[in-house]
């Protein structure tokens, strides 16, 4: 994404979370918590300003959260371990744009700008933005080659969004508007590994344990209301789960891709690195009609560095659903 008015730093290993109201729980003292997210990453946008809101940066004190000041920030506000927002109550239309793992670095990208005709396909990495659509729209963004989109509000889609591998954009043709942004040409995800959970050769062959794990379940559903159904099976497990993973060692950038069943909404785990922590992996999304669904964790680049191989555990936090899976990738950036 753009940081600076004259030099572009491409992000490299930002995931965008868009949370809205429909997340929110009513917490400790009558407070809404309106978002909760763990790990590191950005604030760069809200929208909804009916009411006092007040956010908590890295368990920190609690603070007036000015929607103005947020959106003026170039960087966006920062956050290290953990963000809290809290309101009075839920206002209508809350959403609030969050980048997780923010790490951006120099790379040379070149300006792109385009009609907004209701569908756009953007090769490469890089940010894009579609400032000037009328409230109430919603686009749908698949980056990287995920098969879950990304839904972002209108009032958010003016903020750049990172993306690395591709993205493809999808909403209502709005005459007037334009799809803005950078790209660096040429960078894909190219798939290094997979570990299907459900299936002993390959348990084996990365080295699985895992604990209390359920029974393996199969399922018929969609990844969205217009794809196909589809046939496959998964398992949850409350407790650590241990495996290997083989990566590119050269690679800039490496994610781990997750196919799973979203059925019971929120899950939350801590992601760990040869025993290191790394961070909280956490799926926001709730779907009982299309129970399909991925979602990616960016590893930071310290961890993966020079590695052809790296022991990854994922431990469920206490008080969340099951964490479920049917299948994980590998994914490492390349030119």
Known sequence: MERLADEAALDMSAVPLVLDGRAAVRGLGGLWILADVEGRGEL???????????????????EPLTLAEVGRARAGLAFRESLTILGAHVPEGFAARVDLWSDPRPAPTEAFEEPWTGACEI??????????????????????????????PSELCRVPTPFVGGVRLLGPAIEGARVVGRRAPGWRWIEMDRLDPCDDASREAH?????????????????????????????????GASFDLAIDPAAPAVRIRRTFDRFHG??????????????????????????????????????????????????PMPGTALWDAAGYRALCARP
């Open 44 to 62: 760069r946008a809200v929208r909804g300003a009916e009411g006092p809101l007040w956010v908590s940066v890295d368990d920190g004190p609690r």
């Open 266 to 315: 929120v899950q939350r785990a801590r992601v760990l690195v040869d025993g290191a922590f790394v961070g909280v992996w956490r799926s926001y999304t709730e779907d009982r009609a299309c129970r399909w669904a991925q979602d990616d964790f960016p590893l930071p680049p310290a961890a993966t560095r020079g590695r052809e191989r790296l022991r990854v555990t994922i431990d």
């Open 123 to 152: 090769e490469g990495a890089g940010w894009w933005a579609v400032p000037g659509l009328p409230s109430g729209l919603e686009l749908c963004a698949w980056a990287g080659g995920s098969r879950t989109p990304l839904r972002v």
């Open 207 to 239: 080295a699985w344990v895992g604990q209390n794990e359920t029974a393996i379940l199969a399922l018929e559903s969609r990844f969205g209301q217009e794809g196909p159904v589809e046939c496959g099976r998964h398992r949850g497990h409350l407790n």
